[in-house]
């Protein structure tokens, strides 16, 4: 699979916002600075699409990318940063849930965890979510250029025990640096878009 022409729609930053059009829609999300909007540049084979930065809380909105008139990329607003107020919190907080329960259009999530780390409270309230949601769930562990090759396979026992998923979970190692794993979300990608209902 190829991903063509992809272009930034808009910026959500109240619930019930969103694009008007029907298409498909696949959503990054994670905790704070875990690396999902580098992820999704990644993919798109893009430098800075996506707003990047190494202080925590960047990603405000929800973010909307089209790819090429077929479906969207969302990038969420990442959770669990400790640094702002509770106000501020708790406006991400119900904008993720709205986008989350209440959008027709979500057809799958790639879950972004920590390849380096125990998965945190809140990555385990996410995963938990979404398990209960019935969508297509890719786990992926990023920054896998940061930890040794040695220790990867114990890494992802740990991560998946930690998660509680069953062995045939879609998982993947990936490194928005090196672009390793790109390849299986892809593949995970038109999975997804080939058995959506919505076209
Ligand atoms: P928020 O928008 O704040 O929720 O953060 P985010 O999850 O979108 O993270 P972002 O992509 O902005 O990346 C956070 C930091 O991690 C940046 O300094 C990135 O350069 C770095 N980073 C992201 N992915 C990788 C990776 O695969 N490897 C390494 N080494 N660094 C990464
Ligand atoms: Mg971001």
């Known amino acids: 699979m190829k991903i063509n022409n992809p272009r930034f729609v808009t910026s959500v930053f109240k619930p019930g916002k969103y694009p008007t059009d029907i298409k498909p829609e ?5 905790r704070s600075n875990v690396g999902k909007s580098s992820l999704l540049n990644m993919i798109l084979n893009e430098k800075k699409l996506a707003k990047i ?47 989350l329960f209440n959008r027709p259009n979500l ?10 780390h125990d998965p945190t409270k809140d990555d385990i309230m996410m995963i938990d979510w979404l398990k209960t949601s019935g969508l297509p769930v890719m786990l992926v562990a990023t920054k896998v250029d940061k930890i040794g090759k040695s220790k990867r ?16 979970f879609y998982f993947s190692f990936v490194s928005s640096k090196t672009t390793e794993g790109k390849g299986k979300i892809l593949q995970f990608l038109q999975e997804v878009l080939n058995s959506s209902r919505i076209k």
Do not use: C, H, M
């Open 107 to 116: 057809i799958g999530i790639i879950q972004i965890v920590d390849a380096r």
């Open 53 to 99: 930065s190494s202080k925590p809380g960047r990603t405000q909105s929800i973010n909307f990318f089209n790819i090429d008139d077929k479906f969207y990329f969302v990038d969420l607003p990442g959770y669990g940063f400790a640094r702002v107020p509770d106000k501020v919190k708790e406006e991400w907080g119900r904008l993720i849930n709205d986008y």
């Open 153 to 168: 396979a114990k890494q992802q026992k740990n991560i998946i025990n930690k998660l509680d998923l069953p062995e045939e």
């Open 26 to 30: 696949i959503a990054f999300s994670g």
